[in-house]
């Protein structure tokens, strides 16, 4: 039986949505779970409020204060209106831009978000219908805004919403305004969140910005005589069912490639997502249509985007000639080894141009930036992150480039959010790049692999829902803390970084500090042998992630299966020494 006291908690928290503030078919949802005998649904929906994490608010959809619903959405918008009017109380006009995704009520929370705004005096540049995520970051900046909201939930299966909130500089929002907006969405009441909208205030946008952001996404094509050589590329895409169907095929033909094929079934607009189990493009079963397509007309290369368009998967064929997945790390690999050869290739690049990482991308990054004296950044998960870092240089560096193992690459710096537009451009330039030489995609992962020493990384997902599962993530973490691992998979542990107290210790006992710009509920261990894992709590969903690197080494393009063979023995003995 569940505790009583957090029964009686929830009941009287859902009591309080019955209220004439609420509309009657909310009332009678919260009706319905309270009269249930069975209180597991009633918990789950009430025992806590959504609240901002990694990626911004972010729920199952339904009634709650821990659901994605008009009033989590209201009251999430009128609070950052009220944090906007307060710290922006010197400018004679505050405005914001509002975009959305596919997702079933993405329009509906999208306009109710404009309408909030409008009614708090707030100017609403709002897009006339589905856009990707980064081309709202690039709309807050051009538009001179001094913030934004974007109505997604990304990756995240079907039932799913959310809402990524941004500030002026296009970043999805950091401290002090991350904890500022917080303590004014708690203050909101029901009651005090203006849903009437002044239409006057109210501007819709479109083709208007579309076509200043794609000339700025084709401005950082690095060699556009390659494409002209090789414009026929052969490129299979998808946007599986999201926003990025509305820019990405447009944006791979003003870029000059003119083979390009989408997944007719996934071209079309579907929060159902009906053709996949889940719209991620790091799931293999998600790509399924596309690589069917590929091997039917032969393709060279086969993208996906996700629902918001700002991460990118991909195939290619390996030397034997069949379709394989490149994962989030090789992915970003491939990214900066080409922009960093290519730009010193063709003179482009500048003493103090720098790339980032996040620390759980693979460590393979700063091998390259290392060996050709490029700086390399690391910072935390989440794209705010290195936005911070562009935005800490923007007059005296110039980033040319980061990315995260999970799927999210940036290549410019007038957006400050992952972006699958500029990345699935660029990606088709780099598959370009390499057939002009004879080569794939994979041949080029393969020469960066004998060049820089081999590594293979995997992410384990223990999944936890509800509250029982938070408890548990929450012991997990508690537990690596107090009796930290002396050897991982037979190997001794050299360093520990706990990024929650900011110190690092090495197999000697010493300690010191890790520079960073807070805190955050991080472990890494590093052994002798040069494996890496990173263990973190998901800030989106109920899950603790493990992320293992494992080293090696590949003396020829053709030793990749002894290696990658060697990799997962390595892998095995780390996942038996963590349990997972």
Avoid at 29 to 35: D, F, G, N, S, Y
Avoid at 39 to 65: A, H, N, Q, V
Avoid at 288 to 295: N, S
Avoid at 368 to 385: H, L, P, Q, S
Wanted: hydrophobic share 40%.
């Amino acid at each position: 039986m569940e505790n009583q006291e957090l029964i009686q908690q929830v009941t009287a928290k859902a009591e309080a949505w019955l209220s004439p503030a609420y509309d009657a078919e909310t009332q009678a949802e919260v009706k319905r779970m309270l009269e249930n005998p069975d209180k597991t649904e009633l918990i789950e929906c009430f025992y806590k409020d959504l609240e901002f994490g990694t990626g911004g608010l972010r729920g199952i959809m339904g009634s709650g204060s821990n659901r994605m619903n008009i009033y989590t959405v209201g009251a999430a918008t009128q609070g950052m209106a009220n944090y906007l009017n307060k710290n922006f109380a010197n400018l004679d006009q505050i405005s914001v831009v509002v975009g959305h995704d596919c997702r079933n009520n993405s329009r509906k929370f999208a306009e109710i978000s404009a309408d909030i705004f409008s009614a708090n005096g707030i100017k609403v540049y709002l897009f006339d219908d589905l856009r990707p995520t980064p081309e709202v970051s690039f709309a807050i900046r051009e538009l001179g805004c001094q913030a934004g909201v974007n109505i997604t939930a990304s990756h995240n299966p079907r039932e799913y919403n959310g809402y990524k909130a941004y500030w002026d500089d296009g970043a999805q929002v950091l401290a002090p305004h991350d904890t500022g907006i917080i303590d004014e969405v708690n203050k909101v009441t029901v009651d005090g969140i203006k849903f009437q909208g002044n239409k006057e205030l109210i501007q819709i946008i479109g083709e208007d910005v579309d076509k200043v952001y794609l000339e700025k996404v084709h401005g950082i094509s690095i060699d556009p005589e390659v494409i002209k050589r090789q414009k026929d590329l052969s490129i299979v895409y998808t946007p599986l069912h999201g926003a990025g169907r509305t820019l990405i095929p447009r944006s791979l033909k003003e870029w000059g490639f003119e083979n390009v094929h989408t997944v007719p079934e996934q071209m079309v607009k579907d929060g159902n997502f009906p053709t996949v189990v889940s719209p991620n493009p790091e799931n293999a079963e998600a790509l399924t249509l596309a690589i069917k397509m590929a091997k039917e007309i032969n393709a060279d290369i086969v993208m996906a985007s996700d629902p918001d368009a700002d991460r990118v998967g991909m195939a290619c064929k390996d030397d034997k000639g069949e379709w394989v997945l490149i994962n989030g790390n090789q992915t970003a690999l491939l990214f900066l080894y080409y922009i960093i050869k290519n730009r010193i290739a063709t003179g482009k690049m500048k003493p103090n141009d720098f790339v980032v990482k996040t620390i759980v991308t693979t460590e393979m990054i700063k091998a390259i930036a290392d060996k050709n004296k490029v700086e390399m950044r690391d910072c935390y998960t989440g794209f705010k992150w290195i936005a911070r870092e562009i935005r800490l240089s923007e007059g005296k560096q110039q980033y040319i480039g980061g990315g995260e193992e999970s799927y999210g690459f940036l290549a410019e710096d007038f957006v400050r959010d992952k972006d699958a537009v500029s990345a699935c451009s660029l990606l088709a330039e780099i598959c370009a790049w390499a057939k002009d030489q004879g080569k794939t995609l994979y041949d080029v992962l393969m020469d960066i692999y004998v060049e820089y020493g081999f590594s293979k990384e995997t992410t384990v997902n223990v999944v936890k829902p509800g509250k029982s599962g938070a408890d548990e993530i929450k012991a997990m973490m508690e537990g690596f803390r107090a009796n930290s691992p002396k050897e991982i998979g037979g190997s001794k542990v050299v360093l520990v970084k706990d990024y929650k107290s900011l110190k690092a210790m090495d197999g000697d006992g010493k300690v010191s500090d890790i520079d960073m710009p807070e805190t955050s509920n991080v472990l890494q261990f590093f052994t002798a042998d040069g494996t890496k894992i990173s263990v973190r709590p998901s800030g989106t969903e109920p899950k603790i992630k493990f992320y293992i690197e494992v080293k090696g080494e590949m003396g020829c393009a053709k030793c990749y299966a002894n290696a990658n063979a060697e990799a997962e023995k390595k892998i095995a003995a780390v996942r038996q020494s963590l349990n997972i």
